[in-house]
């Protein structure tokens, strides 16, 4: 892997300035005056495991071999000790192939399903589910420092977000260093782009910590605890389920995490308070979401 010659610097952060995730266009304010501005592209990406299409996901269209691999991983298609042969991308056609070593037998259970950019797929749902019986996430201790200097670090980082809103960002942290910046349209893309580079770059999960500025639902809980991180920070808010399974698998889970102020709903023993809050301040963000 890669390291940056300047610790704070990104291993993979937004491609703000890349072509084709952004278009420009033009419309009419409140007051009828005219506006230019940049919003956001998402189009259909196809992931096919071996010779089987799975899914058809909307994304922005960056990174989509981790996409493909990330998606597979957190379905519980692609194992830890699975080889994977090759992922081949088609920009034209929007496909991307993994090939693995060893004939699979998921692919039946998500052939032709689309997944769509407003994040719910029911469809998968119960497959992540079973994936959770046997995952115990490791009490790694979680400094408030570092949860404070993070989210000012990501903040203000330059992103899509800020750029054009509409769009999830979900960033892999170790410490008080962000490491990878992934956005799309969809959170659940987000994470699964961070899966994919995690998988690809063989990134140990156990002292990492996942920051999405998505909602704290059960399927986000559920995918960062099947990527065996163990710790979940938001600047959004939580669901009852999310929480619940948390605490199932001993997840820290942090949420409405904004300047000097967060909440802890599960993980409050591994929380050390070695920052004083009023030294951190709200940092603004533009765009929605």
């Not at 300035?17 to 266009?25: F, M, N, S």
């Not at 957190?74 to 699975?82: K, S």
């Not at 496909?95 to 699979?104: A, I, N």
């Not at 580079?197 to 999405?212: G, Q, R, V």
Request: proline letters at 4%; aromatic letters at 6%.
């Amino acid at each position: 892997m890669t390291r940056p010659a300047n610790p704070t610097e990104y291993l993979i952060a937004p491609q703000v300035h890349a072509a084709g995730l952004t278009r420009a266009v033009t419309g009419t304010d409140q007051n009828g005056q005219a506006i230019n501005l940049s919003v956001i592209e998402e189009r259909p990406l196809t992931i096919y495991l071996n010779a089987r299409e799975i899914v058809t996901a909307m994304t922005i269209g960056d990174y989509p071999q981790y996409l493909a691999l990330g998606f597979l991983r957190n379905q519980g298609m692609l194992h830890e000790n699975e080889t994977v042969n090759g992922v081949d991308y088609d920009a034209e056609l929007g496909v991307v192939v993994v090939r693995t070593d060893s004939k699979t037998d998921y692919e039946d259970k998500l052939a032709k399903k689309t997944r769509t950019s407003g994040c719910a797929v029911g469809t998968v749902f119960g497959d992540m589910m079973e994936g959770l019986e046997n995952v115990t996430l490791p009490a790694t201790p979680v400094k408030t420092s570092d949860l404070y200097a993070l989210a000012a670090k990501i903040n203000r980082t330059p992103s899509l977000y800020l750029a054009a809103g509409a769009i999830h960002g979900t960033v892999l942290c170790k410490g008080d260093q962000p490491l990878a910046y992934m956005e799309d349209v969809g959170r659940h893309n987000a994470v699964d782009k961070i899966a994919g580079w995690m998988l690809s770059e063989k990134i140990t999960p156990d002292d990492k910590t996942l920051y999405t500025t998505g909602r704290l639902t059960s399927e986000m809980v559920i995918k960062t605890a099947l990527m065996g991180i163990p710790t979940l920070v938001s600047r959004s808010g939580f669901t009852a389920w999310g929480v619940e399974i948390a605490n199932q698998v001993g997840l820290t889970l942090i949420g409405r995490m904004k300047g000097q102020r967060f909440l802890c709903l599960c993980g409050e023993s591994r929380l050390i308070r070695d920052a004083e809050p009023h030294n951190f301040t709200d940092t603004p963000r533009k765009g929605s979401q």
